[in-house]
């Protein structure tokens, strides 16, 4: 009995299972308002708690906490922008990559509708600004978790700026 | 350099409880992929051999959320879980805890025990003949019958009474028990 509870606390697999209770609502709620669908949140979380669990077995997590585990589940959230976007491009949809302008603007930002507004960009730009601005990540990070070089990160930024800044303005021009 | 108005689309974690029932499907598949399922099916067959230590009198607690109860009573107290049943969503709906000699359940406070909050009292009987007979009796002594005898849940055959101050009591045989003594016998 107390061998086993020992074991519990080392081993990641038994360490996994002790945080599960603490890091669902975390994880959970970090992909909930980058998903926008609870359907989609869930899926993810699930994603990511297997994707632990098949970590903890081979051994193969540097710290389990429950910052690991939100790490886990923004590749997660990244791996779906991708998946996106290869359907997008099969279907032959052609967004953003107009005049590519980046103006600094100094109004003050409504967080509400830029939300809805990022929801309209591309997935790789959607990707990039969530991980910039949302999660509050450095680029180099950013360039780290959506696997690019930091330079092609920084461009796709200023591109996603700009069609983030479009998106924006058309709802407000909705009257929005 | 001018501060970048996008930086206010900070958005901080903010923990979120997803879906009672996802939580312990989830959970579920990350026992059985860990392999930690295992455990409690050695404990079931433990509880086989000491069929004759299983008590007769069981109190029942009912919570929301008999999973999240089951955790807690196991890391708070020390209690081994003895048996468990789910759900097919993975939601748990009956466990038993051993102490020591004894045993506590759980019920999950839905259906038919959606009004029932704190603890019950269990009385495990051998037989139907056994059930009927103490029904005759309660009813008698004029007890109010919450579930009239039939079929329910863990119980093969049982029903539910107040005594005269709103205490719960669930009589009736205990059909998993009834399963494991046909099988001994059938053993032997």
């Known amino acids: 009995m107390g061998a086993r509870e020992e074991r519990a606390g080392t081993d990641p697999e038994g360490m996994l299972l002790a945080l599960y209770d603490q890091a669902l609502p975390q994880v959970y709620g970090y992909l909930l308002p980058r998903c926008g669908n609870a359907s989609l949140a869930e899926d993810l979380t699930a994603e990511t708690f297997m994707a632990a669990v098949t970590a903890a077995k081979d051994q193969n997590v540097p710290d389990l906490t429950v910052a690991w585990l939100v790490g886990v589940a923004r590749h ?43 929801t309209r960009l591309s997935p790789p730009q959607r990707a990039a600004l969530a991980l910039r601005y949302l999660d509050g990540l450095p680029v180099a990070q950013v360039a780290e978790v959506i696997g690019r070089s930091v330079r092609a990160t920084e461009t796709l930024l200023v591109r996603a700026r700009a069609a983030f800044r479009r998106a924006y303005e058309e709802s407000e021009g909705n009257g929005a | 350099m001018a501060p970048d108005p996008l930086d206010t689309l900070r958005l901080p974690i903010v923990p979120v409880s997803p879906r009672p ?28 051999v000491d069929l004759n230590l299983t008590p007769s009198v069981t109190p029942v607690l009912h919570y929301d959320d008999t999973g999240a109860a089951l955790r807690w009573l ?10 468990v049943s789910r759900a097919p969503d993975g939601t748990v709906q009956h466990a038993e805890l051993r102490w020591r000699s004894g045993f506590v359940s759980i019920n999950y406070a839905r259906g038919e025990y959606a009004a029932s909050r704190g603890a019950s009292v269990s009385l495990t009987l051998e037989t139907e003949a056994e059930v009927d007979t103490l029904h005759e009796r309660a009813v008698a002594a004029g007890a109010r019958i919450v579930r009239p005898i039939g079929e329910s849940g863990y119980y093969f055959y049982s ?25 001994q016998a059938g053993e032997r």
């Open chain 1, 76 to 118: 997660k959230l990244v791996d779906h922008w991708r998946r996106r976007e290869r359907e997008e491009r099969s279907l032959g949809a052609v967004r953003g990559g107009r005049n590519e302008v980046d103006d600094p603007w100094d109004d003050h930002v409504n967080a509400e509708q830029a939300y809805a507004a990022l």
């Open chain 2, 21 to 48: 029932a996802f939580a312990a499907e989830l959970r579920r598949r990350v026992e059985d992929e860990l392999g930690r399922s295992q455990v409690s099916e050695e404990s079931e067959d433990v509880m086989a």
């Open chain 2, 159 to 183: 029903f539910s009474i107040e005594d005269p101050e709103g205490n719960r009591w669930e009589i009736g045989t205990d059909g998993r028990l009834q399963e494991l003594r046909e099988q």
């Open chain 2, 74 to 83: 196991v890391e708070a107290l020390g209690m081994t879980e003895s048996w």
